[in-house]
T-cell receptor
Framework: KQEVTQIPAALSVPEGENLVLNCSFT??????LQWFRQDPGKGLTSLLL?????REQTSGRLNASLDKSSGRSTLYIAASQPGDSATYLC??????????FGTGTRLQVTL | DVKVTQSSRYLVKRTGEKVFLECVQD?????MFWYRQDPGLGLRLIYF???????EKGDIPEGYSVSREKKERFSLILESASTNQTSMYLC??????????????FGEGSRLTVL
């Protein structure tokens, strides 16, 4: 059974810092990995999708990497801003197109 | 931009009532999903559908049913609501992909409280 872990569960950084969020998964037989952002009381917003054949994806200040063999992905956020404060979740798609979500990292960027 | 619209952001219902949660997507996606999200438990898949009139059980289908009569609409039904179904319900959609699920897009969520 696929298990997805996100560490740390919570993170507080001052504005302007670069930061890395981690996602690890137990079964490397995945089709893709997706990073989402969730604001309190809202739905999930897709940030980046990495196919299993890819090593990384970039969108603006966000860069996500994937190391399928070691079961790890990182989300790098450059020059963090207070508006980046949210919960970040990763999800992997495995066999039978089943998605497994991590429990998220709650990020707070302080002024 | 893909838009997934959930009909109700907040609902309050009484135990035993029948509850309908509606979800509509405007990007002609084949796949549609219903999740519930609870503190400490994360997102759990209730039901999903790969095509019109087609449905598959997810991890926690008990107490729920679904309907997909049109490609763009996926409804979640609670036949007799119970207090343990108080939760945030999230609908999502994606394009069919031969390499697994495509990019997943979510609605804003429906916060259901059952009294």
């Amino acid at each position: 059974k696929q298990e997805v872990t996100q560490i740390p569960a919570a993170l507080s950084v001052p504005e302007g810092e670069n930061l890395v969020l981690n996602c690890s998964f137990t079964d490397s037989a995945i089709y893709n990995l997706q990073w989402f952002r969730q604001d309190p009381g809202k739905g999930l917003t897709s940030l980046l999708l990495i196919q299993s054949s890819q090593r990384e994806q970039t969108s603006g200040r966000l860069n996500a990497s994937l190391d399928k063999s070691s079961g790890r992905s990182t989300l790098y956020i450059a020059a963090s801003q207070p508006g980046d404060s949210a919960t970040y979740l990763c999800a992997v798609t495995g066999t039978a197109s089943k998605l497994t979500f991590g429990t998220g990292t709650r990020l707070q960027v302080t002024l | 931009d893909v838009k997934v619209t959930q009909s109700s952001r907040y609902l309050v219902k009484r135990t035993g009532e029948k509850v309908f949660l509606e979800c509509v997507q405007d990007m002609d996606h084949e796949n549609m999903f219903w999740y519930r999200q609870d503190p400490g438990l994360g997102l759990r898949l209730i039901y999903f559908s790969y095509d019109v009139k087609m449905k598959e059980k997810g991890d926690i289908p008990e107490g729920y049913s679904v309907s997909r009569e049109k490609k763009e609409r996926f409804s979640l039904i609670l036949e007799s609501a119970s207090t343990n179904q108080t939760s945030m319900y999230l609908c999502a959609s994606s394009l069919f992909s031969t390499s697994g699920s495509g990019e997943l897009f979510f609605g804003e969520g429906s916060r259901l409280t059952v009294l």
